[in-house]
């Protein structure tokens, strides 16, 4: 294996689609990609983004806007409880590799930490992890679904369809946590 970064929130983005294997130049550092990142950036848009640059966080500062803010992978704006330090959504905003989800796309949080991305899931993935599927139902909760219907999306769900679950271990507890959107 070359020297593909590794990410403490976002473990595996070759698996979860956000880097698929690329020999070319990046934007960025001008060197072959190796890992070439094709998620979303809240920024200038690189024709080609290497994992490398976002890991060291000069991707975050070369992509970054005219008014002097840094380029984001991920928009972490809302839902963040308070516990979790700034210094963690910088590391999740900035120097972690994204995904694209059917909505706006969103971290989830545990134990007053960034959860890891673990990707897209369905229901015959979360079907016998009963912390995941509590943590879809009490976020369909929240947006006012009532529990019949939410039982329904869950279980509709699917890694690759209309509707998708995107799923979360937590790096302290094993928590599995979980949210769902659809196109
Ligand atoms: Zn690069
Ligand atoms: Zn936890």
């Not at 950036?41 to 005219?66: F, H, K, M, N």
């Amino acid at each position: 294996m070359f020297d593909a970064p590794r990410f403490r929130y976002h473990p595996d983005p070759v698996g979860t689609g956000s880097a698929v294997r690329s020999d070319e130049a990046c934007d960025v550092c001008n060197r072959p990609a190796g890992l070439k990142y094709t998620g979303p950036v809240y920024g200038r848009q690189p024709e080609v983004l290497c994992l490398r640059c976002i890991a060291d966080g000069t991707a975050a500062v070369s992509l970054g806007l005219p008014d002097g803010s840094q380029a984001e992978f991920t928009d972490v704006g809302w839902g963040v409880p308070d516990d979790v330090p700034k210094a963690v959504l910088e590391e999740i905003s900035q120097r972690t590799p994204g995904f694209i989800s059917w909505q706006q796309e969103h971290w989830l949080y545990h134990c007053a930490d960034a959860a890891a991305f673990l990707g897209r899931v369905g229901w015959d993935d979360v079907r016998r992890l009963p912390d995941a599927l509590a943590s879809l139902r009490a976020e369909l909760a929240q947006l006012g679904v009532d529990a019949s219907a939410a039982d329904e999306q869950v279980a509709a769900m699917h890694r690759d369809g209309d509707l998708t679950g995107y799923l979360f271990r937590c790096l302290h507890c094993g928590t599995h946590l979980a949210y769902s959107d659809a196109s």
